[in-house]
């Protein structure tokens, strides 16, 4: 097979994968596209942390056993949740500094909060979405806002390159955001993986009560020794951990990793210490620096420019269909040559190279320049949307958000890499 050829199966395979998530994701990220220029991207918060701890918080149901413990963390380390987990923690009297959403399904639910507890919870936690989920979460309303991304493709257009390495879910995704920024050690609380009984997430979030006869149901490895019941889904969640730990450990140096979810699944790589005594260790900090304080600051690329990049884009992609009315071989290898430059052209562009025939190249290459000209309109769009929320902002009387100009000419990085690389 030629190198051609390899190339197509390989993508019809990557194609094949996506299916099932890519339409609401790439729908979502054309809607949100307007906010890129605008929110923070809290994957440049990398080293602008001084080393501390950091708190990984799911919405397992073991999180009414000792939650309550993270009330005393205060300056000495940072509670990252689930936006899961947001309101059973306030219903200990925990208020977390970031909360975590990925999903592309609506669950702003989580985020609607009522007014005991929205003064429970501080004035500086941030809500860290990422760009391709719902747009539903950017809109939740009482907290600082930012945003990150899951693809190399969107983070190189959209911003500096770098994406957030997570398994799927927000507890991960939480994880992952302790380990990039540096913090240490990186402990999981209510990560439970399993099921306590019936019962699959914390008291007062969607679905805690689940069907006693499910049928997906297995026995894994559970804390202290035991063996606990779980599910496939939830199984995968633990073997990410468990993956990322060997990462972590096979480049020689990283943060201690811990378990201190009060049950459920144990992970290899992480020591099983109970919460109370990792409270007991925090040390205090001389300083600290809120994520709130710090995010301003970050650099954002201008709308200008990614209109131009954009716009860079469609001229490309106009070429690439007149060539495949020509040359359907030569169209592919030119395809290729432009995914390896761009990352995100890359992901446009798998469909088209996994098409077959002509007529279905031409249909995907209709579809990404679709993509691309809907995120021209979101840009030109979303700045009339800031310009009035900000003003509706001003007229209430209400203090916005701080929100630093995006940089007028920053050094863009068109090439992707891996946090830490």
């Known amino acids: 097979m030629d190198r051609v050829g390899e190339e197509i199966t390989r993508l019809k395979v990557i194609v094949k994968t996506r299916k099932a998530t890519m339409s609401s994701f790439m729908d979502n990220l054309v809607e949100n596209a307007w906010l890129a220029p605008r929110l923070p991207d809290l994957m440049l918060l990398k080293g602008r942390f001084m080393p501390r701890p950091a708190f990984a918080v799911g919405a397992g149901p073991s999180l009414a056993q000792n939650g309550h413990l993270l009330r005393d963390v205060g300056d000495r380390g940072l509670v990252i949740c689930a936006a899961a987990a947001l309101k059973p923690l306030l219903r200990l009297g925990v208020?977390?500094?970031?909360?975590?959403?990925?999903e592309s399904s609506d669950t702003s639910r989580f985020l609607k909060l009522t007014d005991q507890e929205r003064a429970l919870m501080k004035p500086d936690t941030v809500l860290a979405a990422a760009l391709g989920s719902h747009p539903a979460h950017f809109r939740a309303e009482g907290f600082g806002k930012a945003l990150f991304h899951?693809?190399?493709?969107?983070a190189q257009l959209l911003s500096q390159g770098y994406f957030l390495p997570q398994g799927g879910n927000a507890g991960t995704a939480c994880f992952a955001f302790a380990y990039v920024w540096g913090l240490n050690p990186v402990v999981l609380v209510g990560q439970d993986q399993a099921y306590l009984g019936a019962q699959l997430h914390a008291e007062g979030t969607v679905d805690s009560l689940v069907d006693p006869d499910r049928m997906d149901s297995i026995r894994i490895p559970g804390i202290g020794g035991t063996t606990v019941e779980s599910n496939t889904?939830?199984?995968?969640?633990?073997?990410?951990?468990?993956?990322?730990?060997?990462?972590i450990r096979s480049k020689g140096k990283g943060p201690r990793l811990i378990n201190s979810s009060a049950q459920g699944a144990a992970v290899r790589g992480f020591d099983e210490i109970p919460l109370e005594a990792v409270m007991r260790a925090l040390p205090e900090q001389?300083?600290?620096?809120?994520?709130?304080?710090?995010?301003?600051?970050?650099?954002?690329?201008?709308?200008?420019e990614l209109r131009g990049d954009l716009k860079?884009?469609?001229?490309?992609?106009t070429q690439t269909r007149q060539l495949v009315h020509r040359n359907v071989q030569r169209a592919l290898i030119e395809m290729m040559n432009v995914s390896k430059v761009s990352a995100f052209m890359g992901e446009l562009l798998a469909p088209a190279l996994a098409g077959g025939n002509r007529q279905g190249i031409l249909k995907s290459i209709a579809w990404a320049d679709g993509v691309i000209l809907k995120m021209l309109a979101s840009l030109e769009k979303g700045g009339e949307l800031w310009t009035a929320a900000r003003a509706g902002v001003a007229a209430a009387g209400r203090v916005s958000p701080p929100l630093r100009p995006a940089v007028d000419a920053p050094v863009r990085n068109l090439n992707f890499r891996w946090p830490g690389a």
Request: no cysteine.
């Open 95 to 102: 208020s977390p500094d970031v909360v975590v959403v990925i």
């Open 150 to 154: 899951l693809s190399g493709g969107e």
């Open 233 to 247: 889904g939830l199984a995968a969640s633990v073997n990410w951990f468990a993956e990322a730990a060997a990462l």
């Open 286 to 304: 001389p300083k600290t620096w809120k994520v709130s304080e710090i995010m301003g600051s970050l650099p954002k690329p201008t709308a200008r």
């Open 312 to 317: 860079q884009m469609s001229a490309i992609l």
